[in-house]
């Protein structure tokens, strides 16, 4: 039998994973089809705003690994849709806060949602769609030198 194993998984830079229940709900939802997919049986869980604990008895020891990343593939990029459709239209929950960045883009809610969108305009080439790909399936971060050197 294979002993359990304690996932714990924080937002990055300890920032918020789960701005409300429908963030919980999706989060868990994920987390089922990967289990299912994996094998892994999930004994108890906590989701907290910015961290989440699993207790997971996995099938083989590496599903953990590919339990975890297949859950950030899916929730990553439904948060960051749902932090995009915040800046552009406004659709926002009582736990964000607009980051200082935002709102300097302009004088008002209006102005700052338009200028937003404007930063979105434009079509990534296919050598940036290469880099971001291969930084997504090795794990790794990707970014410019002064990002480096402040990870």
């Known amino acids: 039998m294979m002993s359990r194993c304690t996932s714990y ?3 990055h830079n300890r920032e918020p994973c789960f701005f409300g229940d429908e ?22 869980y906590a989701l907290m705003t ?10 083989r020891s590496a599903t953990v690994p590919k339990l975890i990343m297949s859950l950030g593939r899916c929730y990553v990029p439904y948060i960051n849709t749902r932090s995009y459709r915040a800046n552009t239209l406004g659709q926002t929950s009582p736990l964000f806060v607009p980051h200082p960045v935002y709102l ?6 209006k102005a700052r949602q338009a200028a937003y969108r404007h930063l979105f305009r434009y079509h990534l080439d296919e ?6 790909r291969l930084a997504v399936n090795q794990n790794q971060p990707l970014g410019n030198e002064r990002f480096y050197e402040a990870i």
């Not at 989060?27 to 990967?34: A, D, I, K």
């Not at 910015?50 to 099938?59: A, D, K």
């Not at 300097?104 to 809610?109: E, K, M, R, V």
């Open 127 to 132: 050598e940036m769609v290469s880099e971001l």
């Open 50 to 59: 910015n961290y989440v604990h699993l207790l997971v008895t996995p099938h």
């Open 104 to 109: 300097s883009l302009g004088a008002t809610d």
């Open 23 to 44: 963030d919980c709900f999706t989060y868990l939802h994920w987390l089922g089809e990967g289990l299912t997919e994996t094998g892994g049986q999930l004994h108890a």
């Open 9 to 11: 998984k924080r937002g």
